[in-house]
């Protein structure tokens, strides 16, 4: 009942709003999963400056990471008529019902970051990033780097189980598939914490000879990595040199290291996920072009050459 | 005399078990005793047991005497992360270390205050009371860091987290001289007797007239001072406080750090010491399955099965079977208190 009365209080404010929102060229309600993390934060601060620079007049709602909270904003937006709207889904299953009454209201639907378990032509389109192809990217760099000679790599692994873990260490083993010089000889979770990624790295130098058997720290995520180099400065040894440090995800404190030259390199996941998302939904708009199912960010790679200064002051106001 | 050897006694379980799994760690990584001097400070395995168990020691400090009183406390993981953000964010903005340090200590007194009079003047059980902040605690944290990691580059702090005394890393010789000084001070005095009496039957306290209310307060107080000197050092380690992360289910470790050390969740009898050992002893685990190399799958599976061990043989079925296979002697070590719940004071 509350609902009933949500709704249609929802539907006359929309229908107050729509005589003053004829200015923007598109009004797009986007139900993100709440604020979980320093990415997730970026993310929004991302999506809302895009859908400025657009003209685009942005919905917000927060979930805060409750699927029933996200169903009830879809609703809202349709209720409200919006042209568009965006989910960052907080788990795959349960979307179908709602993402139909998207269908039927005839509002296009971008997924972002994360996909569902539903079918195909509910949603316009997912902007997702590969995750396979980030650990990928990490890998190639490394292959790239060590040229050749023989080198023991440590791995910190992110939350045993979850899909970027799993992921990007089945990308970085691809990577070096076929280069024999290189060997993965530890590789243990550090839980994607700054914490665990230092205790592991620690225990990692230990078992390696004080560090002597180890010449790169591939981490599943930067903050692991920020960790891990604190373990390998207190251990008398210089990350960056002694030990090639490369990690994923691209937060700014990263680049504060890497300007330090304590990390080598970094891929980015960029947390601008809206950026595409728009273009493709204006171009749906405009002449009703179906985007691909599918768009792949960008796993843009930064090392120490790329003004790691500038990246950071570029990334620090972001709320990562 | 007689003394030394009671608590021998009571400790002999806690370091059986803490030497055996020292031993099979080294039995699976031959240099884990090697100990040598980096830097000015001591650096090897062992080290490292007793530098990352910190946090779980402190905490597992106020945890005793809380379930002592026949309480828990679940809030000690989140104001670990309130007193890391709140240090932290003292640091960015400039102030000196002492009002940092001082503000950090202060809004942990303040948390333990709130769990306190929860527990003692409103009488709401204890799981309940320190739910509340279990679950709040996290949130007020992020509020402070504004969700981000809030990094600072104050030597000072810093030094609380890695810098290093007489070659101890200076989280070791926090909870080292933090644990053995509340343990004298409760046992030195009447103060630990008081407080497993309230444990043990409060109103029977009160009758005797032992200020049961005024006990309980100080010790959920003393678990939050714990809390906030565990959340400095997880913070001063990593020059950041994490709010997602910081002490995040470390009040289960504590809880388990207390039971390891063959403390009753039923309150009554106590000893410190047994429970920093019970740290020790999970720390080991955790430090040993990271040095053992198995792939991190088998990680809580490892720590779960020694853990089941380590408690099997300490449970009072256990004990018993043991008086019965040895006729004559002393008795096995009383781990069984939970059977008798005569007040009787204990070595520390």
Known sequence: ??????????????????????????????????????????????????????????????????????????????????????????????????????????????????????????????????????????????????????????????????????????????????????????????????????????????????????????????????????????????????????SIDAVPDIFQAMAAGEANATVELTPNMAGPAFDALAAYKKDGKEPPKWIQTESKLYTQKDDPKAVYEQKKGLGY | MSGAKALGW???????????????????????????????????????????????????????????????????????????????????????????????????????LWNGVLVAFLNIQPIVATLVLMVAGRGIAQLITEGAILTFNDPGLIFIGSGSVFGLPMPVVLWLVFGIAVALIVRRTALGLMIEATGVNRRAAMLSGIQAPAFLMSAYMLSGLCAALAGLVVTADIRGADANNAGLWLELDAILAVVVGGNSLLGGRFSIIASLIGAMIIQSVNTGILLSGFPPEFNLIIKAAIIVLILLIQSPRMSHLAAFAKPAGPAAPAVGMQKDKTIERTAP
Request: with cysteine; aromatic share 4%; net charge neutral.
């Open chain 1, 1 to 246: 009942m509350t609902l009933k009365t949500a709704l249609a209080s929802a539907t006359v404010l929309a229908a107050c709003l729509f005589g003053s929102a004829h200015a923007a060229d598109m009004t797009v309600g986007f139900s993100q999963i709440g604020s979980e993390s320093g990415w997730r934060a970026a993310e929004t601060t991302l999506t809302k400056q895009q859908a400025e620079k657009r003209g685009i007049d942005l919905k917000f709602a927060d979930a805060q990471q409750k699927q029933e909270n996200q169903i009830k904003a879809v609703r809202s937006f349709i209720a409200q008529g919006v042209d568009a709207i965006l989910i960052a889904p907080v788990v795959a299953t349960g979307w179908d019902e709602v993402l139909t009454e998207a269908k039927d209201a005839k509002i296009p639907v971008v997924l972002l970051d994360r996909t569902v378990d539903a079918p195909k032509d509910l949603y316009l389109t997912a902007v997702t990033s590969d995750l396979v192809h980030e650990g990928n990217v990490a890998g190639k760099w490394l292959v790239d780097t060590v040229a050749g000679k023989p080198c023991n790599v440590v791995e910190l692994q992110g939350t045993t189980g979850s899909s970027p873990a799993i992921d990007r260490k089945k990308g970085f083993e691809q990577a070096l598939k076929g280069h024999d010089n290189l060997k993965i000889v530890r590789s243990q979770t550090g839980d994607f914490t700054r914490t665990k990624g230092k205790e592991v790295m620690e225990s990692f130098l230990k078992a390696e000879g004080g560090g002597k058997n180890i010449c790169a720290l591939y981490a599943h995520n930067d903050d692991m990595a920020v960790g891990a180099i604190q373990a390998i400065k207190e251990a008398g040894l210089k990350p960056g040199k002694d030990i090639l440090v490369v």
């Open chain 2, 10 to 112: 009571r400790l002999l379980p806690q370091i059986v078990a803490l030497v055996a799994i020292l031993l099979l760690i080294w039995l699976s990584f031959p240099g884990f005793f090697t100990v040598e001097m980096q830097n000015g400070r001591l650096y090897g395995s062992l080290i490292d047991v007793m530098n990352r168990g910190a946090p779980v020691a402190l905490l597992a400090v106020g945890m005793t005497l809380v379930i002592a009183t026949r309480g828990i406390d679940l809030s000690v993981g989140a104001v670990m992360a309130i007193c890391g953000a709140v240090a932290a964010s003292s640091s960015v903005r400039g102030d000196p270390l002492v009002v940092t340090l001082a503000m950090s200590l202060g809004i942990g007194l303040l948390c333990g």
